[in-house]
């Protein structure tokens, strides 16, 4: 499975961007989808899950109610959709996709393909 990540760019605090990865292959609706991020300097920390069928989601505490994680199985995608966006979101953006988890996957061991990553940065 290759991943690509794409849609990130420079935003001013309080502004939004929409995160999309694109899944190669025949079974995507087979993974769990994560996305995760990485500060200069420190660990890369999960962000957000969506399971197979796309009707269960789970956020960091960081992001909940601002962002979203989607999906479209027909597409071979599952999007980031950010909102209010502040400084401390400044990290590169990581989606990966998970073949065994179960209806959810919070801890980077348990993803088995990664994207190569798109930079988000949040001016204050």
């Known amino acids: 499975v290759q991943l690509q990540a794409s849609g990130g760019g420079l935003v001013q605090a309080g502004g939004s961007l929409r995160l999309s990865c694109a899944a190669s292959g025949r079974t995507f609706n087979s993974y769990v989808m994560g996305w995760f991020r990485q500060a200069p300097g420190k660990e890369r920390e999960f962000v957000a899950v969506?399971?197979?069928?796309?009707?269960?989601?789970y956020y960091a505490d960081s992001v909940k109610a601002r962002f979203t994680i989607s999906r479209d199985n027909a597409k071979n995608t599952v999007y980031l959709q950010m909102n209010s966006l502040k400084p401390e979101d400044t990290a590169v953006y990581y989606c990966a996709a998970a073949v065994t988890a179960g209806i959810a996957a919070l801890e980077r061991y348990e993803y088995d393909y990664w994207g190569q990553g798109t930079q988000v940065t949040v001016s204050s």
């Open positions: 969506i399971n197979r069928g796309g009707d269960y989601t």
